[in-house]
């Protein structure tokens, strides 16, 4: 099957009618990540795809201006000539105005069951937040697995075009197994601040929610996105 990606859509074709047919396969193998309550990255990579194939819309009068069009980003180019010539042009735009609806309606699945996960995520402090908070820990219960998942996290400056950014980075440093009951989020800390005293007095956060979902590609990134605006 083919990758939802913004070359299905560039690549050249004889056929629009099953390139069609690939692209709403590809769409619907990423509503079924949706459907098993999968998030990323699919949602992620919807976003950009339909953000991407907007630009181009938005420039079609420039870019029907010459008589080859790439419309790939270098950096995506996997070759030389990945690249629109005139006579196919139109059929490009026919065919992104065909799909931008059914790639709305997808992200539109997607982001309402991120919605519903992160109304299902509490995330508390353990004990007094610290001043210092660009570092510290999160507990993120994997009910599937019955594991206590205990991240290092670090946040960062980033500037891009002028433009400010907070990254988040996290290393798991400890995996707890339920033992009937959940280790007390105190206790963890006090077991973190004995292990890594480089962060005496560590801000401390713990994930609560009684979602059994996929961890990697749900729990886990939803978090991450929560606790960022926490620290914002």
Not at 75 to 84: G, M, N
Not at 150 to 172: H, I, K, N, P
Request: hydrophobic content about 40%; some cysteine.
């Amino acid at each position: 099957m083919n990758k939802l990606s913004l070359e299905l859509f560039t690549r050249p074709f004889d056929d629009i009618e099953r390139r069609q047919y690939e692209i709403r396969a590809a769409i619907d193998s990423t509503i079924m990540q949706f459907r098993r309550n999968q998030i990323y990255p699919a949602l992620g990579e919807l976003i950009s795809l339909y953000r991407a194939l907007e630009q181009i819309l938005h420039e079609r009068e420039q870019l029907a201006a010459s008589e080859h069009i790439p419309l790939l980003p270098p950096a995506e180019t996997s070759e030389a000539d990945a690249v629109l010539h005139t006579p196919h042009l139109e059929q490009v735009f026919e065919l992104i105005a065909w799909a931008l609806p059914l790639l709305a309606k997808a992200i539109e699945e997607g982001t309402t069951l991120f919605d519903f996960v992160e109304e299902n995520i509490t995330l508390t402090s353990v004990g007094l937040v610290p001043m210092y908070t660009a570092e510290g820990y999160v507990l993120i219960p994997e009910h599937r697995t019955y594991t206590l998942h205990v991240l290092r996290y670090s946040t960062s400056q980033l500037v891009e075009q002028g433009d400010r950014y907070r990254a988040l980075r996290t290393t798991e440093v400890l995996r707890l197994q339920y033992r009937g009951v959940w280790y007390a989020p105190e206790t963890v800390k006090h077991q973190l601040i004995e292990s890594y005293p480089d962060l005496p007095n560590p801000a401390t956060f713990s994930c609560e929610t009684e979602l059994d979902f996929p961890y990697a590609e749900t729990i886990l990134p939803v978090t991450k996105r929560k606790l960022m605006r926490m620290l914002t």
